[in-house]
T-cell receptor, first 112, second 111 residues
Framework: DSGVTQTPKHLITATGQRVTLRCSPR?????VYWYQQSLDQGLQFLIQ???????AKGNILERFSAQQFPDLHSELNLSSLELGDSALYFC???????????FGSGTRLTVV | EDQVTQSPEALRLQEGESSSLNCSYT??????LFWYRQDPGKGPEFLFT???AGEEKEKERLKATLTKKESFLHITAPKPEDSATYLC????????????FGKGTKLSVKP
């Protein structure tokens, strides 16, 4: 157990739907990062939050959004889902910048 | 553009056959280079962080080294349990902490 908790582990949904992925960071970690991993693209950075504030954006689609709550857990919202959104979504957390971080076990999203 | 290239894409070794994985990077102001291990269907597991050229770190059968343009992950006398995908990532100087990952090297060690 890495200390980073992601739920659900698996999600199957239809095209056009909206889903929410949840992440609880390691105790004491203020930064949360979201990554998407697909077979052909590898791990792609989506978005980062630090202590409730958005700090950096990567290749995140406009249909996707995220937030970090006062208790530091984070949610990634994916809407108007397409087949191509099927992937593993990972959350990672760290104490701050400039350090390696710890990944959760991921949510496998399948859009049918 | 910051980028990371790993080679080979896949590597098959016999148990005990040592080898190296390569990670070439182009980044504006390297803040850190990271190695992770990923098992199928699981999250990446942190192995090492290297910060400056010439730095080396070891853990069991693994040794990571860093130059100004690339990093190597040396695997000495591998065992079947070392089979996994090894990911290299860099943190750029202007970043807020996010990492840029290579596509990984899938290592298979046969008994």
């Amino acid at each position: 157990d890495s200390g980073v908790t992601q739920t659900p582990k698996h999600l199957i949904t239809a095209t056009g739907q909206r889903v929410t992925l949840r992440c609880s960071p390691r105790s004491g970690d203020l930064s949360v990062y979201w990554y998407q991993q697909s077979l052909d693209q590898g791990l792609q950075f989506l978005i980062q939050y630090y202590n409730g504030e958005e700090r950096a954006k990567g290749n995140i689609l406009e249909r996707f959004s995220a937030q970090q709550f006062p208790d530091l857990h984070s949610e990634l919202n994916l809407s108007s889902l397409e087949l191509g959104d099927s992937a593993l979504y990972f959350c990672a957390s760290s104490e701050g910048q400039g350090r390696g971080y710890t990944f959760g076990s991921g949510t496998r999203l399948t859009v049918v | 553009e910051d980028q990371v290239t790993q080679s080979p894409e896949a590597l098959r070794l016999q148990e005990g056959e040592s080898s190296s994985l390569n990670c070439s990077y182009t980044v504006s102001g390297l803040r850190g280079l990271f190695w992770y291990r990923q098992d199928p269907g699981k999250g990446p597991e942190f192995l090492f962080t290297l910060y400056s050229a010439g730095e080396e770190k070891e853990k069991e059968r693994l040794k990571a080294t860093l130059t100004k343009k690339e990093s190597f992950l040396h695997i000495t006398a591998p065992k079947p349990e070392d089979s996994a995908t090894y990911l290299c990532a860099v943190q750029a100087g202007g970043s807020q902490g996010n990492l840029i990952f290579g596509k990984g090297t899938k290592l298979s060690v046969k008994p």
